[in-house]
Nanobody, 126 residues
Framework: VQLQASGGGLVQAGGSLRLSCAAS????????MGWFRQAPGKEREFVAA????????DYADSVKGRFTISRDNAKNTVYLQMNSLKPEDTAVYYC????????????????????WGQGTLVTVSS
């Protein structure tokens, strides 16, 4: 699976962005998908994940109620809608695929993910 993230940019605090991650290959629909982020000088952290057919989602506490993850298996794409953005959301955002998650579950640890996109930069100004 090859992953291509897009949609990052510069936005003012309180604004919104929608990230997309397009996947190539046949394993997208059988993979749980996740978004992680890494701010300068910090470790990569979990943001959100969605199960294979989208029935289960999980979010980091810091983004609950503001971010929404979704997927379109027909388009091999996963999305991250980010609303009410804060300066502390500034980071490079990565999408990732987890081939071995069970159908109704997602995982929140980066090392459990098998494939990674190149990242897209989100900058939130105050």
């Amino acid at each position: 699976v090859q992953l291509q993230a897009s949609g990052g940019g510069l936005v003012q605090a309180g604004g919104s962005l929608r990230l997309s991650c397009a996947a190539s290959g046949r394993t997208f629909s059988s993979s749980a998908m996740g978004w992680f982020r890494q701010a300068p000088g910090k470790e990569r952290e979990f943001v959100a994940a969605i199960s294979r057919i989208g029935g289960f989602r999980d979010y980091a506490d810091s983004v609950k109620g503001r971010f929404t993850i979704s997927r379109d298996n027909a388009k091999n794409t996963v999305y991250l809608q980010m609303n009410s953005l804060k300066p502390e959301d500034t980071a490079v955002y990565y999408c990732a695929a987890d081939r071995t998650a069970i159908a109704s579950n997602v995982r929140t640890v980066a090392r459990d993910y098998d494939y990674w996109g190149q990242g897209t930069l989100v900058t939130v100004s105050s």
